[in-house]
């Protein structure tokens, strides 16, 4: 039973250019949500998305991000024009339809370093 | 500002003894609290939950305490293992259709042999 897989597990990318972030969350499970780990803080929610929705985006940047999670595939977080404050560890996770309880199980993580 | 806080920064024990990890919450809208154990380059791993409704909740060597009036929750490990070395991060939920969860920055436990 495969947890939830992230990818790229390492990204670097450039002052301006766009990142893409994949999760593909635990057979069964329907929920996904996106965290932000900045140096020596704790995960800061991002975004929590079902199926073809965007439930709750109360903590994406205004601006550059985006997130879905299509019908098919995996979720998806697009970063674009990135900047050097951007870098981070970003960690999505997911939990099944309907959980009466509110763990969350956890992808090893996307490293994205801007240069 | 921080609705949840780990004020320790670090722990250190001795592998056999009981490790004693605090968290501190400020929003009375929190409903449900979970731990997450997470090694270096790896995502959080659940590690046990207790709802506001109950004191208390036991999972083996670990054990979670909360008391609400002081808005307060603990994780007790008894007995610590050099394996538990770990950064613990201790979350909270509103509950409800609410499902974000707000994390403290985490405690470093370093159990030694």
């Known amino acids: 039973n495969a947890g939830v897989m992230q990818n790229p597990r390492h990204l670097v990318r450039r002052r301006g250019q766009e990142a893409r972030l994949r999760c593909s969350p635990m057979k069964g499970h329907s929920h996904v949500y996106w965290y932000r780990q900045l140096p020596e803080e704790g995960l800061k929610f991002m975004v929590y998305?079902?199926?073809?929705?965007?439930?709750?985006e109360s903590g994406m940047p205004k601006e550059r991000f985006s997130a879905e999670f299509p019908k098919e595939g995996p979720s998806i977080l697009r970063i674009q024009q990135v900047v050097r404050g951007d870098s981070a560890a970003y960690f999505c996770a997911s939990s099944p339809l309907g959980a009466s309880s509110y763990e969350q199980y956890f992808g090893p993580g996307t490293r994205l370093t801007v240069t | 500002d921080q609705q949840v806080k780990q004020n320790s920064p670090s722990l250190s024990v001795q592998e056999g003894r009981i490790s004693i990890l605090n968290c501190d919450y400020t929003n009375s809208m929190f409903d449900y609290f979970l731990w997450y154990k997470k090694y270096p380059a790896e995502g959080p791993t659940f590690l046990i939950s207790i709802s506001s409704i109950k004191d208390k909740n036991e999972d083996g060597r670990f054990t979670v305490f909360l008391n609400k009036s002081a808005k307060h929750l603990s994780l007790h490990i008894v007995p610590s293992q050099p394996g538990d070395s770990a950064v613990y991060f201790c979350?909270?939920?509103?509950?409800?259709?609410?499902?974000?969860?707000?994390f403290g920055k985490g405690t470093l436990l370093t159990v030694n042999p």
């Open positions: 998305l079902q199926k073809e929705n965007i439930i709750d």
């Open positions: 979350a909270a939920s509103e509950g409800g259709s609410n499902y974000k969860l707000t």
